[in-house]
């Protein structure tokens, strides 16, 4: 059974930062894409970002609205992905949930396409 499970959220004012990030068990890590999507209240799932598997170079891939202040990376040793937001906006505020799953790279900005969830980490961006 893989499990996922995120941490590192909270409270944080406009063009702020926080760091999030995504532990993994229960399955070979460094085999998976993994990625990082939020959802606001009444809004759909957003694509935020995604790495690679190790064996394409963990290659990254970001949403149009976070480039340049959000960066992902992972960390194979430790299971773990990250998410480091700066400049954070109030647009920001979502639950961010990490996902898994052996899926090619055009497939990464699809919700869908994923196997394995986490249950999400609050952000919440004050104006």
């Known amino acids: 059974q893989v499990q996922l499970v995120e941490s590192g959220g909270g409270l944080v004012q406009a063009g702020g930062s926080l760091r999030l990030s995504c532990a993994a068990s229960?399955?070979?890590?460094?085999?998976?894409?993994m990625g990082w999507f939020r959802q606001a209240p009444g809004k759909e799932r957003e694509f935020v970002a995604a790495i690679s598997w190790s064996g394409t170079g963990g290659r990254t891939y970001y949403g149009d609205s976070v480039k340049g202040r959000f960066t992902i990376s992972r960390d194979n040793a430790k299971n773990t992905i990250n998410l480091q937001m700066n400049s954070l906006k109030p647009e920001d505020t979502a639950v961010y949930h990490c996902a898994a799953g052996p899926l090619s790279s055009d497939r990464y900005y699809y919700s869908l396409a994923y196997d394995y969830w986490g249950q999400g980490t609050q952000v919440t961006v004050s104006s």
């Open positions: 229960g399955h070979t890590f460094s085999n998976y894409a």
